[in-house]
DNA sequence: CAATCACATTCCAACTCGGAAAGTCAATCC
DNA sequence: GGATTGACTTTCCGAGTTGGAATGTGATTG
């Protein structure tokens, strides 16, 4: 089971990005861009960088009128994605698997 | 109840330094070096960045024999972690507080 | 064909990261 | 008691990253 921390997925923006993909399974440029409240060109480079990293495919359908950018998470990128989530809820102290044993310890062994 | 996403502390060497302090109190500094596998240069900043935050504390107890340098999140540390968590967690998709719901969707709605 | 829209690139300034080297300072050693 | 050592702390760098603004690009619209 990739549990995996992923540089690539962990920058912020780049974290809600995914989080949002994960969630919805395709998202329009603009929109992402105001969610995030960042610059075209932000949203632009963060998107070529999970692009290059085979996690996002970007699609401009090119129907009747303004083309518009629609950017969806690939398998790899759910994996990476859903993976870097397990190795932050181990780091969490949350065994991924059981609700449970997430009680404060504050004792070490 | 503070669900902040935190920049010091989302750096991932701060977030686990924060996650392991967060589970056991305080440690040494040679310990918290060596589970992190980085230089002590590069320790000794990140602590300071957090120290400077206002959420650890460093002590040099000056007892018998070397001086070691422990570290302890301080309450407002404390905070701070558990806050960026359950700002992480709502960005996965978590109720924060029932341990249920948080199993695959799969699909989205 | 000149605007305009919707992004993509390039250009920058400001950081941030990490390791190596040098600096501190108290505790030992000779 | 001065040299040495241990345990960090700072400084010095080179390499990257981040974000916004300016500029570029290609398709569409007036």
Redesign the pocket.
Known sequence: MSERFD?VVH????LRICALLAASSSA???VL?DIL?????????????LQDAGYLV?S?P?G???????VSLTAEGRRAYAGHVQALKALFGEPAGSPEAAREHGRTR
């Open positions: 540089e920058a912020p923006n780049r329009e440029f603009a861009r409240g960042v610059a075209d060109s932000v949203l632009s480079k963060h998107l070529k960088v970007i401009k090119t009747r009128g303004r083309v518009k950018t629609w």
